[in-house]
């Protein structure tokens, strides 16, 4: 089993920033490939940005490319999201997922999921 713990959310206006983190613990050995998702009201859970633990590969969406940026912390077992240039829909509940496809964007890939933290960006 693997644990996450996603923290850092908040509010801010248009323009601002903030950074997400996401706590791995237990069998972080599976975690080859880390994620973040975001759901905003009414909506799917949407694909933000993936990283492959082994070598720091990323990926991102189209819609946060450029201003969002993902990485680790290997002796902490962590991840960053670091986002820049808010946007009113980048509100969302933002989710960590940890899972076994390196740089998948489907959640189906994901095995382990966090509680997930509020983003949200006031115009």
């Known amino acids: 089993q693997v644990q996450l713990v996603e923290s850092g959310g908040g509010s801010v206006q248009a323009g601002g920033s903030l950074r997400l983190s996401c706590a791995a613990s237990?069998?972080?050995?599976?975690?080859?490939?880390a994620g973040w998702f975001r759901q905003a009201p009414g909506k799917d859970r949407e694909f933000v940005s993936t990283?492959?633990?082994?070598?720091?590969?990323?990926r991102y969406a189209d819609s946060v490319k450029g201003r969002f940026t993902i990485s680790r912390d290997n002796a902490k077992n962590t991840m960053y999201l670091q986002m820049n240039r808010l946007k009113p829909e980048d509100t969302a509940v933002y989710y960590c997922?940890?899972?076994?496809?390196?740089?998948?964007?489907?959640?189906?890939?994901?095995?382990?999921w966090g509680q997930g933290t509020q983003v949200t960006v006031s115009s």
């Open positions: 990283i492959y633990w082994s070598d720091g590969s990323t």
């Open positions: 997922a940890s899972g076994r496809v390196a740089l998948g964007a489907d959640p189906a890939y994901y095995d382990y």
């Open positions: 237990g069998r972080t050995f599976s975690w080859y490939a």
